[in-house]
Nanobody
Framework: QVQLVESGGGLVQAGGSLRLSCAASGSIFSIIMMGWYRQTPGKPRELVAHITSGGSTHYADSVKGRFTISRDNAKNTMYLQMNSLKPEDTAVYYC?????????WGQGTQVTVSS
């Protein structure tokens, strides 16, 4: 079992920045990959970015050059630095971890970008 707790969401003006954090606990040794997803009402959850245990990263085209995903293994924490935020980035952001054959999810944190 892996537990994930997100923090760092909030309200920001367009062009601003936020940093999301995801603290992992439990069977963290089994985590293969971690990522951030986001969801708006009426739409499916979409991948924002992910990072493997080896440090390889992947970003959705919509956030490339603006968002940066990173991990601090000593703190068992993953981050998403979000710069140049746009109103269309408004969503609930979820932390995700793949451990063995199982995907785990955090509870989500709201990010709202005002125009």
């Amino acid at each position: 079992q892996v537990q994930l707790v997100e923090s760092g969401g909030g309200l920001v003006q367009a062009g601003g920045s936020l940093r999301l954090s995801c603290a992992a606990s439990g069977s963290i040794f089994s985590i293969i990959m971690m990522g951030w997803y986001r969801q708006t009402p009426g739409k499916p959850r979409e991948l924002v970015a992910h990072i493997t245990s080896g440090g390889s990263t992947h970003y959705a085209d919509s956030v490339k050059g603006r968002f940066t995903i990173s991990r601090d293994n000593a703190k068992n924490t993953m981050y998403l630095q979000m710069n140049s935020l746009k109103p269309e980035d408004t969503a609930v952001y979820y932390c995700n971890a793949l451990a063995g054959p199982t995907y785990y999810w955090g509870q989500g944190t709201q990010v709202t970008v005002s125009s």
